[in-house]
């Protein structure tokens, strides 16, 4: 997983406290466009890995939501 605001929690496996994992949107408009896909296919990517990882549903689904607000955001 890429380091980034979205997972900075991640490393402490699957102990965090997701209200401490808020996710910037301001920050995204300094992105190209390129940059923004790459990021969600990484989302994407996280979201399957813990599907598959049966990791805690209220994880899978921090990451659902956030992939959701992208592809709504800047999906195409």
Do not use: W
């Not at 923004?36 to 598959?52: G, P, R």
Request: charged share 30%.
């Amino acid at each position: 997983m890429l380091k980034s605001t979205y997972n900075r929690c991640m490393a402490k496996e699957f102990d965090i406290d997701l209200y401490d994992t808020e996710f910037d949107f301001k920050k995204l408009k300094s992105l190209s466009g390129q940059q923004i896909n790459q990021l969600m296919q990484e989302v994407h990517s996280d979201c399957e890995y813990l599907i598959q990882a049966y990791a805690p549903r209220a994880i899978i689904k921090h990451y659902h939501e956030l992939l959701s607000k992208l592809i709504k955001r800047h999906g195409h």
